[in-house]
């Protein structure tokens, strides 16, 4: 499978909060790391999630926010995943950003230079990457 989204989390599902329109699907890595997504009940059905099974889950660089610093702010984002910057890849406009959380998965983010610079980012400082639950798709293997 080819796919364009860069942040790959690969696992077994290790919760599935069932609601009326929506679940919320826990993903945990083989190194710790979780991922929750929010999905409709009709995927949950069509694409068997059910709790100990392999699946993935997938979210776009563009959707991942990064922070330094939370400063006492509390954040509605579900995923708040603590790591170090790995490597910098710096563009014309766009810098793409390697946060390597403590589980060892590496989260990828795309954020203006400006930003960068802002944050003061740079390879072995900490940084949090922020996904939204309902930035994360599902996907599992036949």
């Known amino acids: 499978m080819k796919i364009s989204a860069r ?3 690969e696992g077994s ?3 599935l909060v069932d609601g009326t329109v929506n679940a919320e699907v826990e993903i945990t890595t083989p190194g710790g ?3 929750v997504a929010v999905v409709t009940e009709d995927s ?3 694409l068997g999630l059910i709790v100990g099974k392999p699946a993935m889950a997938l979210v776009k660089a563009p959707w991942v926010i990064v922070v330094t610093d939370d ?3 509390k954040l509605s984002a579900r995923n708040q995943l603590a790591g170090t910057v790995q490597h910098i890849e710096k563009g014309a406009i766009n810098s793409e950003i390697a946060i390597k959380l403590v589980g060892g998965t590496l989260v990828y ?3 203006t230079n400006e930003a960068v610079m ?3 980012l740079k390879p072995g400082a900490p940084a949090s990457a922020l996904i939204k639950a309902s930035h994360v798709v599902i996907g599992v293997r036949d």
Do not use: K, M, P, Y
């Open 7 to 9: 942040n790959v989390f």
């Open 33 to 35: 790391d979780r991922i």
């Open 13 to 15: 599902i290790t919760a």
């Open 109 to 111: 983010a795309v954020i």
């Open 44 to 46: 949950v059905q069509s």
């Open 118 to 120: 802002e944050l003061g």
């Open 71 to 73: 400063s006492g702010v």
